[in-house]
Nanobody, 126 residues
Framework: QVQLVESGGASVQAGGSLRLSCAAS?????????VAWFRQTPGKEREFVAV??????YYVDSVAGRFTISSDNAENTVYLQMNSLKPEDTAVYYC????????????????????WGQGTRVTVSK
């Protein structure tokens, strides 16, 4: 079992920056898991934002060049640095993880991930 705890959500003005953290505990280890960030707004499906899969990083087009996913393996923590924030980035952000090389894994699909955090809210005002 893996437990994920997100933190770092806040209210900021457009153009500002935030860094979200996803701290993992339980059966973790360096490079054992693909870790992704998703976000969700009311009435919409959870949207893929970014993933760190072994040494590969992928981003949804709307955040590419503004967001960066990284990890500190010694701390079992994955970060999402968000710069040049826009009002449309407002959402609850979730961290998700799944063992590397899981059968049927597709990084953009929420159902590919076995473990989820509770979410952290990001609000970007104009």
């Amino acid at each position: 079992q893996v437990q994920l705890v997100e933190s770092g959500g806040a209210s900021v003005q457009a153009g500002g920056s935030l860094r979200l953290s996803c701290a993992a505990s339980g059966r973790t280890g360096p490079y054992d898991y693909a870790v992704a960030w998703f976000r969700q707004t009311p009435g919409k499906e959870r949207e893929f934002v970014a993933v760190l899969n072994w040494n590969d990083r992928y981003y949804v087009d709307s955040v590419a060049g503004r967001f960066t996913i990284s990890s500190d393996n010694a701390e079992n923590t994955v970060y999402l640095q968000m710069n040049s924030l826009k009002p449309e980035d407002t959402a609850v952000y979730y961290c998700a993880a799944t063992p590397l090389f899981s059968a049927g894994y597709e990084f953009r699909r929420a159902t590919s991930y076995a473990y989820w955090g509770q979410g952290t809210r990001v609000t970007v005002s104009k």
